[in-house]
């Protein structure tokens, strides 16, 4: 028996073939790792003036890689990856703040605009992190976490930065438009698996997805990250 019970302890050690989430850990790594690749290499087919913006995508996709190769074999173990997770995204999500200011710089982007951009999404993670781990009440720092979320997506969609984008017009404009509904539709599915994860009020709305906070995350990453940084590549080739 105890034989046994080790043999089957071993068969599951690593990547367990019936864990759906452990599956997205393992692709959402490969798939990081290899957009980083993708997007250093394109470095060289871009005019000048796009390679800091494809240098970082590439951050932005290899700081996940990094992380994703630490929550895999976290989950794998069967410990929390809530650290690991925030880590990356107040890495990740500023240098997504940073990629608006780079493509519209040439339109007057300033810096404090960025730093705005970066202070709102710091808000937002670290409200997020404080109610996630426990620290503090889940409902109401994913509550403030959702203020400073509303209030980016609400100045990229209404503020200065989409005068500035209607400024610059053209292929500018177009990645500009895409890369707002990535964080109004795209960004949106966070809080879903925030919810989904923590009790609150929302917890009987959210039942069906309850214990799928980690799937809906890496899904969360995967379309944003890797989307993010597509969307520039094609402002890149498409705008010499
Ligand atoms: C690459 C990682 C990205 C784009 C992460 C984005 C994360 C968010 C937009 C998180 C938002 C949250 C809320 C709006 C409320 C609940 C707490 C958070 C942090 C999950």
Redo the contacts with the bound molecule.
């Keep these: 028996m105890e034989n046994l019970l080790s043999f089957t302890s071993i068969l599951v050690d690593g990547l367990n073939p019936t864990d759906a989430v452990a599956f997205t850990f393992w692709t959402g790594y490969a798939a990081m790792a290899a957009a980083s690749v993708f997007f250093i290499a394109a470095m060289s087919q871009v005019d000048s003036k796009w390679k800091t913006s494809m240098l970082v995508s590439a951050l ?1 996709t290899g700081i ?1 890689a990094l992380h994703y190769y630490y929550m895999r074999d976290a989950h794998d173990a069967g410990t929390i990856t809530t650290a690991y997770r ?1 880590v ?2 107040i890495l ?2 500023p240098l ?1 703040c940073v990629e608006f200011y780079l493509i519209l710089a040439k339109a007057g982007a300033t810096k404090k605009l960025m730093w705005q951009l970066i202070g709102l ?1 710091t808000l ?2 670290v ?3 404080v ?2 781990s426990g620290i503090g009440d889940a409902v109401i ?6 203020i ?3 209030v980016l997506a609400g100045m990229l969609w209404f503020g200065n930065p989409q005068a500035l984008a209607n400024k610059a017009g053209g292929a500018v404009l177009e990645a500009y438009t895409a890369l707002k509904w ?2 109004l539709v ?6 879903i ?3 989904a994860g ?1 009790e609150g009020w929302y917890s009987d709305i959210f039942s069906g997805l309850s214990g799928q906070m980690d799937l809906i ?1 890496n899904i ?2 995967a379309v ?2 890797i989307g ?1 940084g597509l969307v520039i590549y094609n402002l890149a080739v498409s705008s010499k």
């Design positions: 932005i996940a925030y990356d995204w990740t999500v997504m999404s937002m993670l409200a997020g992190y109610g996630e720092y994913g509550t403030l976490s959702g400073a979320y509303f990535f964080v795209g960004w949106a599915i966070y809080p698996g925030y919810m923590t995350y969360g990453d944003n990250k993010f």
